[in-house]
């Protein structure tokens, strides 16, 4: 009797718990239909309301700070990333807390303005990265990043270095702190990194000669600087620095907009060069540098890197060879071809002549066997036309013997002497592994700027040797004919 007690009692606590479960149910469905029922369109819009009126107080308080906070965060951030806000507020005299410190950086004198050199290559100094590069103000070195693991930001503060300079952007920040610097100040340093000129002060180049004072105190003539000799690159230097000193290619590189919109295939590394020399050519001709010489160094890492290797750095390379194949480099990147497409580079430097070219037969035949070879048609005279970019001129052999003073004499040739090559009439023999020809030159149309190779060096079984001999160029009086001559 006891366990059937037991077990009845245990059936009617079951009951009772599923009874209570279904009356609970079914008042809950109640009261889902009641606010079914009573729901508003805009209530349907707006869920937290609804939710508010059947919640508890307990929990009605718990997520009424959390979604306004997100909001304003929100808020913030778009009021801090959009620039036009930011100075609608500086105009209505309302400036935060971020733009006053902008515009009060305390870290301003720490900048050392004789330590700052931007002619090198923009990698970071220990990533050799060139993604986000920025330049510390304060020791001239290269670093990465600006976030909290980034070199620049380990950098400021392991040795309290603090205004760093964007090299890309152009805009200043704060390290640690990481906010960005306004002030008119440092203009000066972001035309050193990135110099312009107005089509005006191009044109007063020529005009207005004058003088200008680096941050060291030494005083220099814009346009007539050194160029560093990094290694090996004197015979590179040479070639740059004469152009540079070309009107015509010095006004189209100086004004980046001439060259900036030319479409190039993609993959194409050939208009690095562009970039790079109009980049070298703007920082030969600043007035406002911080010293009084250019180093060469990312126009020479372009040459060796488009030139793959041909002419290099830390060796020693003949300056015609790299005077032809850069005047062909730049005048190809920037959209040239051979015929019909022109450049700047043609326009200026390009000529035309005739070329006059007659066979020889072989020295060792007899003499009727040559004339009778004289009569065919391989042995006639032909004539090509061709252009030019410069002229190669012959200096006369030097004397082997000293004189009575037991000196050697240096010769001395005018100019119009070696000139006579290219005069038509003038023969010259030049010979080959198999066969000789006959040549001769005729200039039909002479280019703006006229560009001699006078050939010094001649190679031989066992060494190579230079010519000596003095060419007098004039000066008066002749010079103005061969000018007029030349613009003809």
């Not at 279904?22 to 009641?34: F, Q, V």
């Not at 060796?315 to 194949?325: A, M, P, T, Y």
Request: hydrophobic fraction near 35%; charged fraction near 30%.
């Amino acid at each position: 009797m006891s366990g059937r007690s037991k077990r009845e009692s245990r059936g009617s606590t079951r009951g009772k718990r599923e009874s209570e479960s279904r009356s609970s149910s079914a008042r809950i469905k109640r009261e889902r239909d009641r606010e079914r029922e009573t729901e508003t369109p805009t209530s349907r819009s707006s869920p937290v309301r609804v939710k508010r009126e059947v919640e508890p107080a307990s929990a009605r308080e718990a997520p009424a700070p959390v979604i306004p906070a997100v909001r304003v965060k929100r808020e913030r951030e778009a009021d801090e990333d959009s620039e036009p806000e930011r100075e609608v507020r500086a105009k209505n005299g309302r400036v935060d807390s971020e733009d006053q410190r902008s515009r009060h950086c305390p870290y301003l004198d720490t900048i050392n303005r004789s330590v700052l050199d931007f002619d090198f290559e923009k990698l970071c100094s220990i990533s050799l990265s060139h993604i986000n590069a920025y330049a510390c103000l304060v020791c001239g070195k290269y670093f990465q990043g600006r976030g909290l693991k980034s070199h620049a930001y380990i950098h400021s503060v392991q040795f309290s270095h603090h205004v760093f300079l964007n090299l890309h952007t152009l805009k200043f920040y704060c390290l640690p702190d990481n906010y960005e610097i306004i002030d008119s100040s440092l203009e000066d340093i972001t035309y050193v990194l990135k110099p312009t000129f107005t089509k005006q002060q191009i044109a007063n180049l020529e005009k207005q000669v004058k003088f200008s004072r680096a941050y060291d105190g030494t005083t220099y003539l814009p346009g007539i600087v050194g160029l560093n000799n990094i290694k090996a690159n004197d015979y590179a230097n040479a070639v740059l620095q004469a152009l540079s000193n070309v009107p015509p290619l010095r006004n189209y590189f100086l004004e980046e907009d001439n060259y900036k919109n030319i479409k190039r295939p993609p993959g194409d590394i050939m208009f690095l060069l562009v970039q790079r020399f109009g980049e070298l050519m703007r920082k030969l001709w600043n007035p406002r540098n911080f010293k009084a010489h250019v180093s060469p160094h990312e126009m020479l890492q372009a040459v060796v890197l488009c030139s793959k290797k041909t002419f290099q750095i830390t060796k020693q390379g003949d300056g015609v060879d790299f005077l032809s194949w850069f005047l062909n480099a730049l005048h190809s990147a920037l959209g040239g071809t051979k015929k019909k497409k022109k450049t700047i580079v043609t326009d200026v430097f390009q000529g035309s002549m005739r070329i006059f070219t007659k066979k020889l037969p072989h020295p060792d035949l007899p003499a009727e066997e040559k004339e009778q070879l004289l009569h065919n048609d391989e042995y006639q005279e032909t004539m090509v036309e061709s252009t030019f970019m410069y002229l190669t001129l012959d200096l006369p052999t030097a004397p082997l013997y000293k004189d009575e003073k037991e000196q050697l004499i240096i010769p001395q040739v005018p100019l119009f002497n070696i000139l006579a090559k290219f005069n038509g009439i003038t023969e010259k023999e030049y010979k080959t592994y198999k066969e000789n020809f006959l040549k001769r030159f005729q200039l039909t149309k002479l280019p703006p700027y006229l560009i001699f190779c006078i050939k010094r060096f001649t190679k031989n079984n066992f060494f190579v040797e230079k010519n000596p001999t003095i060419v007098n160029f004039p000066i008066t009086g002749q010079a103005n004919g061969m000018n007029c001559k030349t613009s003809r």
